[in-house]
């Protein structure tokens, strides 16, 4: 019974959507999008010798996952 008024609403919804004139900022729209200008992306000195670290021991383990799946593949 109320399948009527909700497709209305959502009638009035795309209508509005597709006819309005708006003015949207790309630029920004983009930099929100990839977190920012980049900035927040920077390990601190503090943490420098860490995330070398585990970056190693991801490397590591993308080499036995490489391996593990030659020997399934085989």
Same mark, same amino acid.
């Given at each position: 019974?109320?399948?009527? *008024?909700? $497709?209305? $609403? /959502?009638? $009035?919804?795309? *209508? =509005?959507? $597709?006819? *309005?004139?708006? =003015?949207?900022?790309? /630029?920004?729209?983009?930099?929100?999008? %990839?977190?920012?200008?980049?900035?927040?992306?920077?390990?601190?000195?503090?943490?420098?010798?860490?995330?070398?670290?585990?970056?190693?021991?991801?490397?590591?383990?993308?080499?036995?996952?490489?391996?593990?799946?030659? %020997? %399934?593949?085989?």
């Amino acid at each position: 019974m109320g399948r009527g *008024r909700a $497709k209305a $609403k /959502q009638t $009035k919804v795309a *209508r =509005n959507l $597709k006819y *309005r004139n708006t =003015n949207t900022d790309f /630029q920004s729209l983009e930099r929100e999008l %990839r977190g920012g200008d980049g900035a927040g992306s920077e390990i601190p000195d503090a943490y420098a010798d860490l995330a070398d670290e585990y970056a190693d021991d991801a490397d590591e383990y993308d080499d036995e996952d490489d391996s593990a799946d030659l %020997r %399934r593949s085989s």
